[in-house]
Nanobody
Framework: QVNLVESGGGSVEAGGALTLTCSVSGSTFSDYCVAWFRQTPGDEREQVAGIDSRGTVAYSNSVRGRFTISKDDATKSLALQMEKLTTEDSAIYYC???????????????????WGQGTQVTVTT
């Protein structure tokens, strides 16, 4: 069992920056793939950044070059640095963790992952 708690959300002006943090407890963090998702009302939850079992980082097209994901196994934390924010980035942001598979991949976050409760990010003009 893994517990995740996000923090760092809030309101920021367009063009500004914000860093979200996710604290993880309950298991060996290095065994997990991690990701940040976001969701707006009426839309599907979208993965914006992730780190797979090999440490490879990936970003969605909408945030690449502006967001940076990082994972610290020693402190069991996950972060998402967000820069040059626009109103399109306003959403509830969730951190997620999914166990690595024996084959070196990741179990699917949506069906087999653990999730935080979400933190609201609002970008204003």
């Amino acid at each position: 069992q893994v517990n995740l708690v996000e923090s760092g959300g809030g309101s920021v002006e367009a063009g500004g920056a914000l860093t979200l943090t996710c604290s993880v407890s309950g298991s060996t963090f290095s065994d997990y793939c991690v990701a940040w998702f976001r969701q707006t009302p009426g839309d599907e939850r979208e993965q914006v950044a992730g780190i797979d079992s090999r440490g490879t980082v990936a970003y969605s097209n909408s945030v690449r070059g502006r967001f940076t994901i990082s994972k610290d196994d020693a402190t069991k934390s996950l972060a998402l640095q967000m820069e040059k924010l626009t109103t399109e980035d306003s959403a509830i942001y969730y951190c997620a963790a999914a166990l690595r598979t024996y084959g070196g991949g990741c179990h699917p976050f949506r069906s087999r992952g653990y999730w935080g409760q979400g933190t609201q990010v609002t970008v204003t003009t």
